[in-house]
Every structure is written in structure tokens, then in C-alpha cells.
């Protein structure tokens, strides 16, 4: 018999009297497990309680951004739609991976709120009305209305 079939039955052996001993089997035997219990401490009458600290809620973090505003684009200045096929889209945030609110058409006046993004990857976004929302729109689009 090899040393690996040693291994094997002194490990199936072994597992054999963990599962029997658990079955109630070995101590039926004269093998018992050995229960150690620990004397429970009276406690000291001079040491005082230490409170438990109670979880207040977090305040909720307010972030307010100032915009500046950017001389190029006034504020409730009008500016014409141009060097777009059709129409512009106009999105929920200064971005084209934001939600399109609606549609500005080639040729038409929108009016700018002063609200300006600068993004070093994305360009020049402004922020604009038009009769029915507010939204913002890559500002290369855009020309001054006469």
C-alpha cells in the first residue's frame, strides 16, 4: 500500500469519527468532547456605563456652483440658429450624452440665459430659451441674431 493510500484512509477515517461524533455515536463509545465554561464576572459597582452613541443622520451635502458670467454670450441676448442641417438639439446638460429636451430649427432665435460651460473636451455649451423650454446647446451653432 502506497503513501498516498495511507493519507487517504487515516483522512476518511478521521472524518468518519467527526461525523459519528456528531451523529452522538463515539460518545456512546466513552469518547466525549470536553466542554469548557467560563465563570461568569460580577460587575464593578464603581465603573459607570459607557453610553452607546446614537446614529444621527448625515446632513445632506449641498454643492452650489457660480457660474461666471462669460462677456461672449450676455445673458438674454438673441441668438440665430445656424450650420446645422435641419435643427439643433437641445439637451438637459451641457453635453451630447445628456437627454434631447427638443429640437431649435435652422434659422430660428433663441434667447441665451448667460449660463456658459467651457469643457476641454466637448467645447463651448450655452444655456437657452426658446418659447417653450430651457436647455443647452453647443454654442458653435449659434451666431448672433441681427
Request: with cysteine; glycine share 8%.
Given at each position: 500500500?502506497?503513501?498516498r493510500?495511507?493519507v487517504c484512509c487515516?483522512v476518511?477515517?478521521?472524518?468518519a469519527?467527526?461525523?459519528?461524533s456528531?451523529?452522538?455515536?463515539?460518545?456512546?463509545?466513552g469518547f466525549d468532547?470536553v466542554?469548557i465554561?467560563?465563570e461568569?464576572?460580577?460587575?464593578?459597582?464603581t465603573?459607570t456605563?459607557?453610553?452607546t452613541?446614537?446614529?444621527?443622520?448625515?446632513?445632506?451635502t449641498?454643492?452650489t456652483v457660480?457660474l461666471?458670467?462669460d462677456?461672449r454670450?450676455?445673458?438674454d441676448?438673441?441668438w440665430q440658429?445656424?450650420?446645422?442641417?435641419?435643427?439643433?438639439n437641445?439637451?438637459?446638460?451641457?453635453?451630447?450624452g445628456h437627454?434631447?429636451?427638443?429640437?431649435a430649427?435652422l434659422?430660428?432665435?433663441v434667447?441665451?440665459t448667460g449660463?456658459?460651460?467651457?469643457?476641454?473636451?466637448?467645447g463651448t455649451?450655452v444655456?437657452?430659451?426658446?418659447?417653450?423650454?430651457t436647455?443647452?446647446v453647443?454654442?458653435?451653432?449659434?451666431?448672433p441674431?441681427?
Amino acid at each position: 500500500m502506497g503513501v498516498r493510500a495511507i493519507v487517504c484512509c487515516v483522512v476518511v477515517a478521521a472524518l468518519a469519527i467527526v461525523g459519528l461524533s456528531l451523529a452522538g455515536v463515539v460518545s456512546s463509545w466513552g469518547f466525549d468532547w470536553v466542554t469548557i465554561e467560563s465563570e461568569e464576572s460580577t460587575p464593578d459597582p464603581t465603573a459607570t456605563e459607557t453610553p452607546t452613541p446614537t446614529e444621527e443622520p448625515m446632513p445632506e451635502t449641498v454643492v452650489t456652483v457660480e457660474l461666471e458670467i462669460d462677456d461672449r454670450y450676455p445673458p438674454d441676448s438673441q441668438w440665430q440658429v445656424f450650420d446645422v442641417p435641419s435643427a439643433l438639439n437641445i439637451r438637459a446638460g451641457p453635453a451630447t450624452g445628456h437627454q434631447i429636451l427638443g429640437t431649435a430649427n435652422l434659422g430660428s432665435t433663441v434667447t441665451l440665459t448667460g449660463q456658459v460651460v467651457e469643457s476641454p473636451t466637448s467645447g463651448t455649451w450655452v444655456q437657452i430659451r426658446t418659447n417653450n423650454q430651457t436647455g443647452w446647446v453647443f454654442a458653435a451653432y449659434l451666431t448672433p441674431a441681427t
